[in-house]
């Protein structure tokens, strides 16, 4: 039998939840400064081509990191149990950071491909284990309000990536982007003597002292189905994001003609929208209000807002759909997460990497999906994101029940190491 013992806190928390938000939007910012540059950097490399192959190469550039983020989520949210959350979020973190380094030195395709995927395997390990990390350390009360910190974080870096990159990758030295091919590799270098400083500041942040999760041995079939159902609407819900968010930016360069500071515009109203929907997990009276209903009205508001505004293709109306789809979708899966850590009995460290790598999954099928799908038609990027959204609300109402949790299963054992 396992020698439980109380849960470690670090000395000083407030130092240990920085740390962990400095992480978390490095990782969203390296994404979101990734994003307008794909088109001009695939250009530079891959010089006169036709756009429906810069179309499917943005779509296949943007799946490989995900790909990535999946594979390694499930494998990251064990090890973080079994060894410890700090190795894990330190050699995790460490890959990353390299991983971003190497993309700006990289000279060939190939090469990009790889150290996307190098990058994307480190970054796979931070937003899992930091939300372990914190579920560990943090009373139920306090944890919704330091998730809800890491998730404004992720997206005050998704906010400022695209802005971030497109600035330091040409107007800081008054020219277009993309004038200066050298620069387009600015925001990478950035990003990576950034994440050199935190890696720095991690010992004294975290402390030395790892947290181990001992899971318990038994696993209701309640709860397995719940985790499973979980897990498949978290995929939908991804696979949604992914196609809209590649196909609004393949739309909005290509058929109306908005420049990459446009198209960064549109990404920050994206995130913004998406960090409101989840400031609402803040309210005592909205968590105790989530049901299937209440989730299956999320994907539902996005799939009809992405079905009216396709009515009337245009700035506006792509404005408008960011902002609905935004604010549906953005709730999903810190839904999910919350439900599940509130009464699953087991490692939170591999519970949030499944739901992470189901999410990452669905996230690199749409955007593989939705490049693929515009070099075929402008719109159907759109349509196939609210047929996935349409699914996902018939799912959520059917099977979807999460007071199966609550009523079946008792709080996780935790254990120091």
């Not at 995929?235 to 109306?256: K, R």
């Not at 009809?304 to 505004?309: E, K, N």
Request: hydrophobic share 55%; charged share 10%; net charge positive.
């Amino acid at each position: 039998m396992d020698v439980i013992s109380p849960t470690p806190r670090p000395r000083k928390p407030a130092r240990a939840i920085a740390l962990l938000a400095a992480m978390v939007f490095l990782v969203a910012l390296a994404y979101g400064a990734a994003q307008p540059l794909l088109q001009p950097m695939l250009m530079r490399h891959l010089g006169a081509v036709p756009s429906e192959d810069i179309s499917r190469q943005v779509g296949w550039l943007g799946g490989a990191y995900l790909i990535a983020l999946f594979f390694f989520a499930l494998i990251w949210g064990r090890l973080s149990d079994q060894v410890g959350r700090i190795t894990v979020l330190t050699v995790g973190f460490g890959l990353f950071v390299a991983g971003t380094a190497l993309t700006a030195l990289a000279t060939q395709i190939g090469w990009i491909y790889a150290t996307r995927l190098l990058a994307g395997a480190g970054a796979a390990a931070i937003v899992p284990t930091a939300q372990a990390y914190i579920a560990d350390i943090s009373s139920p009360e306090v944890r919704s309000r330091r998730f809800v910190v890491l998730g404004a974080m992720a997206f005050l870096g998704l906010v400022a990536g695209p802005a971030f990159g497109i600035w330091l990758a040409g107007p800081v030295m008054r020219e277009q982007v993309g004038q200066m091919p050298q620069m387009l590799h600015w925001p990478a270098w950035a990003i990576a003597a950034g994440g050199t400083l935190l890696l720095a500041f991690t010992p004294w942040a975290l402390g030395g002292e790892n947290i181990r999760v001992v899971p318990l041995c038994t696993d209701p079939e309640g709860s397995r189905r719940m985790v499973r159902q979980s897990m498949l609407l978290a995929f939908l819900a991804s696979v949604a994001v992914g196609t809209f968010e590649v196909g609004f930016n393949l739309f909005g360069s290509q058929m109306l003609g908005l420049n990459p500071s446009a198209i960064a515009a549109m990404f920050v109203t994206c995130s913004l929208v998406m960090l409101v929907a989840q400031s609402s997990l803040l309210l005592a009276a909205v968590r105790r209000r989530l049901n299937e209903r209440w989730l299956a009205a999320a994907f539902a508001g996005s799939a009809l807002a992405l079905l009216l505004t396709l009515l009337v293709p245009g700035p506006r109306a792509l404005g408008l759909m960011v902002a609905v789809v935004a604010m549906g979708a953005g709730i999903i899966v810190p839904v999910l997460s919350y439900k599940l850590l509130n009464g699953r009995p087991g490692a939170p460290g591999s519970l949030l990497g499944q739901l992470a790598a189901a999410g990452n999954l669905g996230q690199a099928v749409g955007v593989v999906g939705g490049g693929s799908a515009f070099a075929f038609h402008p719109m159907a990027p759109f349509w196939i994101a609210a047929a996935v959204l349409s699914a996902g609300a018939g799912l959520c109402w059917l099977v979807w029940r999460p007071q199966l949790l609550d009523d079946e299963l008792d709080e996780p054992r935790v254990s120091s190491r």
